[in-house]
């Protein structure tokens, strides 16, 4: 089941996407004022541990994707390597 934040981030990400229609911004607009005051809600909790399977793939999908630099490249390889040790 997704958090709050989650929530409340894809009704955000909605407001922002030039594909979504007038109508789906304005749905999510009205649940953020109603259901999660603006959109101002706590962040998911930080202490909690992510799933390294799903950090490692990240890292690695981050590595092989054209439209990232190549520092951001260089530096998830070195997170990749910090992680395998």
């Known amino acids: 089941m997704p958090t709050d934040a989650q929530v409340a981030g894809g009704h955000k990400a909605t407001i922002n996407n030039p594909n979504a229609s007038k109508e789906a911004k304005e749905n999510s607009k009205q649940i953020l004022e109603n ?3 603006g959109g101002d809600v706590p962040k998911a909790d930080d202490n909690k541990e992510k799933n390294p399977g799903n950090v490692i793939g990240g890292l690695k999908a981050t590595t092989k994707n054209p439209n990232v ?3 951001a490249k260089e530096s ?3 997170r990749l390597e910090q992680m395998q040790q």
């Open 35 to 37: 259901e999660f005051n």
């Open 69 to 71: 630099s190549d520092e």
């Open 76 to 78: 998830a390889k070195e």
